[in-house]
């Protein structure tokens, strides 16, 4: 085998190894936050002003939020194209903050957020609201926790259902009298199998 390729399979593995730890951590982390979020309401946001198109300001918020059994995102901006908006904090840093209070079961029932379309599991709205002293634009999007843990245990899951085929393979091998492929008899056809046509040195060994 040529190095360079010795070379890329082991860094394809470690890859892969690194991507598996890190989605088991994500699925506990989410896990986590799913038991959690009946009981509390979770969530990071980001405040920026920031210079629009002209001389006009914009305000942006963003947030991530975990809540009853959501994990939710939320993008806010506004817009003033009419010079309504103070001017102040417009080359000030963006605002992070991170707060945590007592889980409101109607919370977003209450017009907060109303996620009026949906596409599956998945809840989502959208809105723009071009008014005479500003802009605003609205968008968020819910997505169960149990889908979010769902896709961050495929990765873990898989290289769990490998690592479990590869012991029943060398198990398989250190019986000595079976095909390592499919479990076929190799006594009386040692090195060789007569079902699947695998060859190998190791299987009359034992």
């Known amino acids: ?24 951590v994500l ?6 936050l799913w038991v959690r979020s009946y009981w509390w ?8 002003f920031r210079p629009g198109p002209g001389a006009a300001p914009e305000f942006r918020w963003t947030a991530w939020e975990s809540d009853r059994g959501r994990l939710i995102w939320e993008f806010h901006r506004l817009r003033d194209s009419h010079g ?18 007592p889980a409101d079961p109607y919370r977003w029932e209450r017009g907060r957020g109303i996620l009026d379309c949906r596409w599956g599991p ?15 634009y609205y968008r968020a999007i819910a997505i169960p926790h149990w889908l ?3 896709t961050c245990a495929v990765v873990p899951a898989a ?18 009298g079976l095909c ?12 060789r199998c007569s079902e699947c046509g695998w060859k190998g040195s190791r299987a009359g060994a034992g």
């Not at 699925?27 to 986590?32: D, I, P, S």
């Not at 309401?41 to 920026?48: F, G, I, L, N, P």
């Not at 998945?122 to 605003?136: F, G, K, L, V, Y």
């Not at 290289?159 to 000595?176: D, E, T």
């Open 159 to 176: 290289r769990a259902l490998g690592w479990g085929r590869r012991r029943r393979h060398l198990r398989r091998l250190a019986l000595g």
């Open 84 to 101: 309504i908006m103070l001017v102040v904090g417009v080359n000030d840093p963006p605002v992070w903050e991170w707060k945590a209070e």
């Open 27 to 32: 699925c506990l982390a989410v896990g986590a």
């Open 148 to 150: 979010s843990v769902a």
């Open 41 to 48: 309401y979770d969530t990071c946001s980001r405040a920026v």
């Open 180 to 191: 390592p492929t499919c479990s076929y008899d190799l006594r009386a056809t040692p090195g």
């Open 122 to 136: 998945i809840r989502w709205t959208s809105s723009e609201n071009p008014a005479s002293t500003a802009d605003q």
């Open 1 to 24: 085998m040529a190095p360079w390729r010795h070379w890329a399979r082991r860094l394809g593995r470690w890859a892969l190894n690194v991507a598996t730890v890190a989605s088991l």
